[in-house]
Each structure stands twice: as structure tokens, then as C-alpha cells.
């Protein structure tokens, strides 16, 4: 888990490496004058929501040409080659085809073929096309714990209630040294999908980038009212 740059600093956790946000989301904090607690938890919920927006989902066409492809099998045993006769073309056979068959090869059943595979395949396709907006649906249920604990009430996003609820978060709070927010991804696997990890750091990046945005136009605002007072 990612640290904060001191332990009395107020910091959110998360799977990457989020060094830079708590520095300056300490400096904002400084210097905006609002509630460590409340901006942590903002802050936290705000990253969920965003890594929701910014984990791409596969189109069900994307999912079944990536299924569909061909991929070299185990090449058979090498035969004499007759003369006058060329190499030939390896043979291939579906990516989803070598994953089902592997997979049953790992729980000691024997591989499917013909008609038996087509049929098998077409099931894993829909069901890989039905759990596409999966590893979005793995930030839902830490934006749920969080968002009770907001200062300003935030309504649940429509069109996502057919999704299950997944992942968990921790609100900061007022007993703690440095607040810390923590936010994980419900998903197991998420932080070795390039999708999941891409977004989450976008997310991360975004709400940096506007911590920096007040921070530069208040010093720059404060910086002119000096000058006016001194002239």
C-alpha cells in the first residue's frame, strides 16, 4: 500500500504509488484551511468515483475477436519432409479454445473438441461480454462506505444498481493522529489488469492536478494582495 509522507499527515491508501498526492494534499490542506477529515474523505470518494469513469471496459466485440483469434497450438512431433513438399502452415486454434481446454487440463478433465468446444466457447464469450463492466463495479462498494461519512451528501450514481456491490473503504476520522482514508478495489486480481491500475492512476493524477490548480491560483492571488499592501 502506498504511504503518506508523515505519520502524522493526512493521506489517502491505495494500490499505486501515491507519495505525491499526499504531499500535496497535505500543502492544500495547509493552506485552503478545510477540515483534514472531511477533504481526506472527499478526496477518497472522489478517486473511486473517477477510477469508475477512467477503467475502460472491452466491447462485446473486442472480447469475442480476442477469444476468437488464432493462436499457435503445441506443434505435433516433427515429421520427414517429403521431397518436393514445403513446411505447410502451423495450425491454430482459438485463444478461448486453448484457455478452456488448459483449464480442464488443470482439473484432470479431458479436453473438448468439435462441436463440444464450439458450444463451450460461445458460453465462456457471453459470460466474459456479461462481467465486462466487472472491474468498474469493484470500486462501487468502497464509494459506498465512504460516502456516509461526506460532509456534503453525494446521491448514488443512477443506472448502476444492477451492479453487486464490490470492494470496501474505510472513512477517515476525527480519532485518528493523521486521518487516513482507505479505498480498495473489490476485484482480487484488479491491480494486474493494466485497464484497472491505468485508471485508478488517472484518478489519483486528476484529483492532484486539482489540488495544484487552487494551490497555484491562491499563492498567486496572495502574492498580489502583498504587493498592493506594500506599495
Given at each position: 500500500m502506498a504511504r503518506g509522507t508523515a505519520a502524522a499527515a493526512p493521506r489517502i491508501k491505495l494500490e499505486v504509488d501515491a507519495k505525491r498526492f499526499n504531499k500535496v494534499l497535505s500543502k492544500y490542506l495547509d493552506i485552503s484551511g478545510k477540515g483534514f477529515v472531511d477533504e481526506v474523505n472527499k478526496r477518497a470518494f472522489n478517486i473511486c468515483l473517477k477510477s469508475i469513469k477512467y477503467t475502460e471496459s472491452a466491447t462485446n466485440k473486442r472480447i469475442s475477436d480476442d477469444l476468437k483469434r488464432g493462436a499457435k497450438t503445441q506443434p505435433p512431433k516433427r515429421k520427414k519432409r517429403r521431397k518436393g513438399k514445403g513446411k505447410g502452415r502451423p495450425k491454430k486454434a482459438?485463444?478461448?479454445?486453448?484457455?478452456?481446454?488448459?483449464?480442464?487440463?488443470?482439473?484432470?478433465?479431458?479436453?473438448?473438441?468439435?462441436?463440444?468446444?464450439?458450444?463451450?466457447?460461445?458460453?465462456?464469450?457471453?459470460?466474459?461480454?456479461?462481467?465486462?463492466?466487472?472491474?468498474?463495479?469493484?470500486?462501487?462498494?468502497?464509494?459506498?462506505?465512504?460516502?456516509?461519512?461526506?460532509?456534503?451528501?453525494?446521491?448514488?450514481?443512477?443506472?448502476?444498481?444492477?451492479?453487486?456491490?464490490?470492494?470496501?473503504?474505510?472513512?477517515?476520522?476525527?480519532f485518528q493522529v493523521g486521518p487516513v482514508a482507505t479505498i480498495v478495489?473489490?476485484?482480487?486480481?484488479?491491480?494486474?489488469?493494466?485497464?484497472?491500475?491505468?485508471?485508478?492512476?488517472?484518478?489519483?493524477?486528476?484529483e492532484t492536478r486539482d489540488m495544484l490548480f487552487y494551490l497555484k491560483r491562491k499563492l498567486r492571488k496572495d502574492f498580489k494582495d502583498t504587493q498592493r499592501r506594500t506599495k
Open positions: 482459438p485463444v478461448g479454445a486453448i484457455l478452456i481446454n488448459y483449464a480442464r487440463g488443470k482439473r484432470g478433465e479431458p479436453g473438448l473438441h468439435g462441436k463440444a468446444m464450439k458450444t463451450q466457447l460461445e458460453k465462456n464469450i457471453r459470460s466474459r461480454q456479461q462481467g465486462r463492466g466487472f472491474l468498474k463495479a469493484g470500486w462501487l462498494g468502497a464509494a459506498d462506505d465512504i460516502r456516509p461519512h461526506l460532509k456534503q451528501k453525494r446521491a448514488k450514481p443512477k443506472g448502476q444498481g444492477s451492479f453487486s456491490r464490490k470492494g470496501r473503504g474505510v472513512a477517515a476520522s476525527i478495489n473489490g476485484v482480487p486480481w484488479a491491480r494486474h489488469v493494466p485497464t484497472a491500475v491505468k485508471g485508478l492512476k488517472k484518478a489519483v493524477k486528476e
